[in-house]
């Protein structure tokens, strides 16, 4: 199958994608930069290459020519996003801790005041209908990061227009998305700047004190920079689709939905099936490998860019039966929307935290919700790198019920 159009995904990234598995494990195809991009579409060859140490997340290993991707400053570069052990083990090591299941569950109250919260104000809308995405998927992991990094309230910017800039470029404004670097990057600088000054029981402060403390021994000055800049970008986009998408999922299945609000224990296996399903991020990380590579069956050349398709490996019928259904009893163990391997996704036990809670909150406060548009005229974000909707509007009658 030859696929020319990155369009051709996100009108029907299933249907592409299983065609494309079908056709064969590994295609040649235009990349997210419009560069040509070897996609991996099958469960097993995708499963290996993300834990494959001869693939290099670090750009500097792409061919000459072969890579043009994001545009960050040197500064900024020197994330996890893009960087191979040891300094990945390194980093990584530093922050780890803030994200284990155990201290995760510790903010499962707090996340359900915030959910509950930006329903109060979703609920008092007299028309009685609301944008979930504007209006609550978006919102509630902002501040989730924010209050984990210790952002003032005051000070907290219009992160989603920035990351939206980011994620999903405007080929109207192709300077929209260097500007919205610029943004998150001077703010950022100020909020660094802000901690070291006056230290809090946060995220950031605990991070300035090993890079201050050990004389960067351990953390560079542009590694603390990035890795501040990473949390507050990933810590967002991921959870709000992931929130959107399960809702959206529910309401055309009210079979499941009717279910969930008598049995909400069921929700953990919901937004798992979901993450397999219909995951916000359709691609892993791009890698470049480190010599000639074979996956399955076919030589990828050194320095070229290789792109792992998540969401095709999640719907591939050799690991997954009936893998277009969503099914709560499956058990979908093993579904790699949050990575495999060293580059398992940080924040994975947050992101599903916050989705359980965001559903839960949402169903306890409406006793009806539906689709306030005709269902065709949704629209996904026109990008192959996330797959959430730009809108969700939503018609809901309220209870009283406001949870913790």
Not at 8 to 34: F, N, S
Not at 71 to 90: E, K, V
Not at 102 to 117: F, I, N, Q, S, T
Request: hydrophobic residues 45%; proline residues 8%; glycine residues 8%.
């Amino acid at each position: 199958m030859q696929l020319t159009d990155v369009r051709t995904i996100v009108d029907d990234p299933h249907g592409t994608y299983a065609a494309l598995r079908e056709a064969g494990p590994v295609h040649r195809v235009p990349g997210t930069d419009g560069k040509p991009a070897w996609l991996v579409t099958r469960y097993e060859d995708v499963r290996a290459a993300l834990a494959d140490p001869r693939l290099s997340l670090d750009k500097r290993h792409a061919a000459p020519g072969n890579y043009t991707g994001m545009s960050l400053p040197p500064a900024l570069d020197a994330n996890l996003l893009n960087m191979d052990p040891p300094d990945h083990t390194r980093i990584r090591r530093l922050v780890v801790k803030a994200f284990t299941p155990g201290r995760v569950e510790k903010l499962r109250v707090p996340v359900r005041r915030a959910a509950d919260a930006l329903l109060d104000a979703a609920a008092a809308d007299a028309s009685g209908t609301f944008d979930l995405i504007a209006a609550y998927a978006g919102p509630l992991p902002i501040a989730v990061m924010c209050d984990l990094l210790g952002v003032p309230r005051d000070d907290r910017p219009d992160f989603r227009s920035w990351t939206d800039a980011l994620v999903a470029p405007d080929p109207a404004r192709p300077e929209a998305a260097k500007e919205a670097v610029g943004h998150l990057m001077r703010f950022v600088t100020r909020l660094l700047a802000a901690k070291r000054a006056a230290p809090a029981d946060d995220l950031l402060s605990d991070l300035i004190a090993v890079r201050d403390d050990e004389g960067g021994g351990r953390l560079s000055e542009d590694e603390l920079l990035s890795l501040a800049f990473l949390l507050l970008f990933a810590g967002y986009e991921n959870v709000t689709h992931l929130i959107g998408n399960t809702v959206l999922a529910l309401l055309d299945h009210p079979g499941l939905l009717t279910t969930l609000r008598k049995d909400p224990d069921g929700l953990p296996a919901l937004v798992e099936e979901v993450n397999r399903w219909d995951g916000p991020a359709p691609l892993a990380i791009r890698r470049f490998p480190l010599e000639d590579v074979e996956i399955g069956g076919v030589t990828v050349p050194a320095g070229e860019t290789v792109l792992l398709s998540l969401a095709s490996a999640n719907r591939d019928p050799a690991r997954f039966p009936d893998p277009d259904r969503l099914d709560l009893r499956r058990g979908a163990s093993g579904q790699l929307s949050l990575g495999h391997g060293i580059h398992y996704c940080l924040g994975a036990a947050l992101g599903r935290m916050e989705a359980e809670t965001a559903v839960e909150a949402l169903l306890s406060r409406f006793d009806e919700l539906e689709l306030a548009v005709p269902r065709g005229s949704l629209t996904w974000r026109p990008t192959v790198r996330a797959r959430g909707l730009i809108s969700l509007p939503l018609r809901g009658i309220s209870s009283r019920r406001t949870g913790f």
